[in-house]
């Protein structure tokens, strides 16, 4: 069963890396350039590589105002910034997206990236490991700060729920 678990972890980024290349294909990359960043030939390497090629080049797009995609590298950082799947938590995904309606904005961008899991509400692993590494950048960073204080605010607040609902032994004494 190791032998079967190693090969499943190979290629569980397989779909996912395919994916990524025919989307940057389309886009007008060529494949030179989707490939060249490609050292080893894991797919988790492969995936993380092309995840960052195509949040740089989703970045350096220009979008019509009404077009439902311009948000969309906003929104996939927000979720690089959240811990375990977002079902259960809908206040959370309303913080990291500054949307009120969340759920139809997550829908919308899982129908239109593959590495964005519908049912967990999360981003694929090897991405999300990706972004979370790519955050330390300070222009990136930057760009999830409004996100970032939102999600603290919601968190604070529920802590001070917490607090007011428990007593302390603080503070009975």
Do not use: W
Not at 21 to 27: C, D, I, K, V
Not at 89 to 98: H, R, W
Not at 138 to 161: C, G, H, I, K, Q
Request: proline share 5%; glycine share 2%; charged share 30%.
């Amino acid at each position: 069963t190791s032998q079967i678990d190693m090969i499943a972890r190979f290629t569980r980024g397989v779909p996912l890396a395919v994916s990524f290349t025919a989307e940057l294909l389309q886009e007008g990359q060529q494949i030179d350039d989707v490939c060249q960043e490609i050292h080893d030939g894991l797919p988790s390497s492969i995936v993380s590589s092309l995840a960052r090629r195509y949040l740089v080049h989703a970045e350096q797009r220009t979008y019509a105002p009404n077009d439902p995609r311009k948000e969309d590298v906003n929104k996939i950082l927000g979720l690089a910034l959240a811990f375990g799947d977002l079902r259960n938590d809908p206040e959370l995904l309303t913080a990291l997206f500054d949307s009120p309606d969340p759920l139809a904005d997550f829908d919308d961008l899982a129908r239109r990236h593959d590495f964005v899991l519908p049912i967990s509400r999360r981003l694929h692993d090897d991405v999300q490991r990706t972004l979370r590494t790519d955050l330390l950048d300070p222009y990136r960073r930057n760009r999830v700060t409004d996100a970032n204080m939102r999600a603290a605010n919601l968190f604070s607040a529920r802590l001070e729920n917490i607090r007011k609902r428990h007593t302390t032994l603080d503070r009975k004494s």
